[in-house]
């Protein structure tokens, strides 16, 4: 589901296979096992889907036939951001389309992102499906993005393009469809060179409070 | 399942007659309305239970044919402990026998507990059960128990008898049983001549973060 | 004091009509009876004064003839703000003219708010009146402004016309006089159909430091 | 109104001798006048008062007569105990008789106390004069007393006597009448040897948050 | 310099055998090794010294040799603390002799602990070696020994034997010389039947403030 | 190493005159007692270097000798930002050359800068000297950059110039070499006019969590 390319110079890209790629157990699997893989290896890690879609999140039609496993489930969920959050690794999400939801918020725990130009949409849909945020993925979310865009993306569900996502904080740049990838692999060779060590412990006191809340739930979650 | 009798005085006692009073979405229903009914009315309340439960917390029946509800299950059970925390009136629990995992966080969300001297345990099994506890319910907790019993309570599983309790911090009275209730209405009448309004605000600044905690963990289940 | 207008589609537009529209404590009954009444019925709320003023805030002459009651009046103020924060109904304040000190925090404690661009500004003085905030106020404060508006509106006392609170992110919208009130019913109108009880939950979640800042010094000052 | 007495070995003993010393702002001024004078010669202070009282709390004549400055009044009273819980010097009260509310709370904000055995109580009666605490007295109260004696003082308002404050944990020693001062000293006196300025980073580190609750709502009061 | 023992039912023993334990570099090397070596495989942990010692703490040798690698030193022991309080196993300290300082706290760090009863000292000498605790060191105090017993240990230096210190919070049982390290063996037996993932994220949960702090502590430091 | 200037109006400017103005001990206690001898008489306070350099921060030369004092001295430094940061004056940092590190944190510590539009830079080079920021240091770039900077300048490590910092909010002003004294001189003469007190007691609530950050990490390390 999730495959390893070696983009050169210690970067590698993680490409999720799945179309909307939504968070099924085995792809949160998936996930952490190419993390696992990559992580002594690698010196800066990409992320990317393939043709519309980033990721579109939550599993949905998987939870229709598990919901008692749904609080495992979201804790699942708040592990990978955490783990995201906390690796000794930079990391770049090559947003190649829709990040919706889940999906979006997997986006913000990246350092850095690079969306589409021309389609595609960044957008936390709660307000409109009725479900509040967990308390984690809201620390999350005010982590990365300036108050006046969390307060706009969470209350309204705006659908922000690329190059609104740019100007709202949610994403750093917004390329043409072919270039999202290379981007983001640019970026991430510019912080190869950096002490994963030390990047991953400055990102970690900047961010304390969204990871100590993600690590939180995902832990009394059993996850 | 809540039967609301008159215990003079302004004391208002909610007695739950569902057995071992597991919290099902109905029993859950029908505790709210009986808060809703004595809050404009009583000016202290005391809840107890019949026979040998206090009460045994969730309802494990319900809940494994409804698996996935059970975020926003939680979060009724969460809005229940809030509701006690942050209530304008003297709350205490007169704890007749079993107080387990969510029976015991319930008489722990009262302001004074009375325990049953030779029989009934409080418990909190969930280290064996496997179960982590939430962040909002570890707040609790921690809210109300000396740090060495949250310690022991906790990571033990401990079974603590009545006189145990008392020496625990866990509850404030062992009695024999036939005296549980009137000791708990003693005390509720000694507080019921306060001013439930300035009681409720001490109490909320005391417990801020654990009201807080819970109202949030509720709130984002959409419970 | 407060006038309920019906604008359509589920909009109440709350007009206060005290001039100056400063805190007495009848303007701060009225207006809580006000949003008790549309609390049950409307899916939406704009607020409004009437020709020069939005508000001024805090109400100086009562003040001076009623010293020994500023404490609970001050909790009064902050109860007011507490209550548009955590309120199951989108807000949006149509700032028709000055808001003043806690005028000015009344607006910032709306959802959106729109100014007029040609005349009226946002000012917090209270650096030139040598009255430091209280920590609920800065906690609203920052909840809400970019950190560098906190900063220089806070300890420069700067007066910010309505275009000028656009560009400092204190205000959403800048219009002319006759579109203020429009503007806002605009606004208004597309959050009405938002679930009211998913949307306060939503926003209780990302504010709720503020919120509990707000509701804590409001109780400790028996308000 | 403040006696300073040299009791050998670095020792300075305050004297409050107005009676049932309560808090006037010329009392406020006299006691910081006092540890200004102390600050920089003694190794260790001891308060005490005359008589039946240790201190009586606010000043309420003063207060019915200023009503108008009691925002600014009660930041005085906050920077008072602010003053001693963030001092270079160790502190030892010398609780000769009735410690209540606001003079309760001075005792609390010592590093040690004395209480006299036979007469004399520390009661926090807000709870029966129907006033809430401020945050930070809650945060101090909170910070010195054991949780179950925090949850039984400020909810009911009971009356300990020397004796039972030791049990409670409110205070460190019961003695005799004539030797109450006389213990406080030997306290001092043992404590004269250490580092004033270790003792004093020590004691804030412990006493950050009630420390920064204090200062906080000082500072924003204007005292 | 640890020695790792197996005491059957899944119980290791880590026994530090560097007289009086004192945290070289390399000591700490050791340590964080044997804690790798038995986390995938034993189901409790106890720790204990040789002879008169069970730790001393910092190792002050070393230091005044390599006083410029203080910080990264500091960061390394409190990496120590926060491993052990972050452990997915249950431990157990058999406190052999002298707990003084870092070694104090190591005890602390752990979930139960036993001392001697006839010698050796719980110490924090701290106070009266001039040296303020670090914010994270004072958070695993707090988060471990009640109130009135921090407030005594840090400032003041007690030295609290194994009887003085079961009565005051700081360890759970003072037995005979001969039956600690069996003792505290009993009680990791008793726990090795928990799943140690439950408890861990258990006792994460309850201690998450120190285990933050100790891990910011150590990140910023390098360690 | 500090001359002390009269710009008139009540503005002093302190002139650090040590080339590239490293942080040693001589520097800091200059520092130290420069703000002493204004606090008393200036109404606000600008500072400024010589040359190519504002401040270049630690000083590595006298650490290299010194290692062991490593703790203390990184606590002086902390107390001088802390000192900054709570000032009873407005502050205004003349950014008349490079300010990196320790440096551009102390440019950060004041109230408004103006740096040079053509040379020098603003700069955060931890993450290549591959040593992460202490909490109190990452709190207090937190409390005055904007999210997406405190992001970008603590992990690529980027060389702002002037007009970049004044895009980034990290900077207010950029102008000419010969009006970079002069701007900041305007900008503290239009502050001289408030009240020292209430300037510093807003600014010390709306930083306060930066403050106690930067004061613990002050008195822990004995500074």
């Known amino acids: 589901m999730i495959k390893i390319e070696d983009a050169g110079s210690g970067v590698s890209v993680l490409r999720m296979t799945q179309g909307e790629n939504r968070f099924s157990p085995d792809f949160l699997d998936a996930f952490a096992a190419a993390i696992d893989e990559v992580e002594g ?13 980033y990721s579109n999140g939550l599993d949905l039609d998987w939870l229709s036939g598990n919901g008692e496993k749904f609080d495992w489930y979201l ?8 783990r995201l959050l906390g690796l000794n ?3 770049v999400a090559a947003v190649n389309g829709h990040a919706f939801a889940g999906g979006g918020m997997l986006a913000l725990a990246h350092d850095f992102s690079v969306m589409r130009a021309d389609r595609g949409w960044f957008c936390l849909p709660e307000i409109d ?10 620390a999350l979310i005010q982590a990365k993005l300036p108050k006046e865009t969390v307060h ?3 209350l309204t569900g705006r659908r922000y393009t690329g190059p609104e996502s740019v100007e709202a904080g949610i994403a750093h740049h917004a390329v ?8 983001a692999v640019e970026i991430a060779t510019g912080l190869a060179g ?24 995902a832990e009394s979650a059993g996850a």
């Open 41 to 53: 290896t690698a010196r800066a890690v990409v992320t990317t889907g393939e043709g519309k879609f």
């Open 75 to 82: 804790g699942r969920v708040h592990a990978l951001y955490g």
């Open 89 to 91: 690794l930079p990391t």
């Open 129 to 138: 499906l009725e479900i509040p945020f967990s308390p984690a993925m809201v």
């Open 152 to 154: 706009e993306a969470a």
């Open 176 to 183: 043409a469809e072919d270039e999202v990838l290379g981007k």
């Open 194 to 217: 950096k002490s994963g060590k030390t990047f991953g412990a400055i990102r970690r006191t900047i961010y304390r409070p969204a990871l100590t809340a993600l690590t939180g739930a």
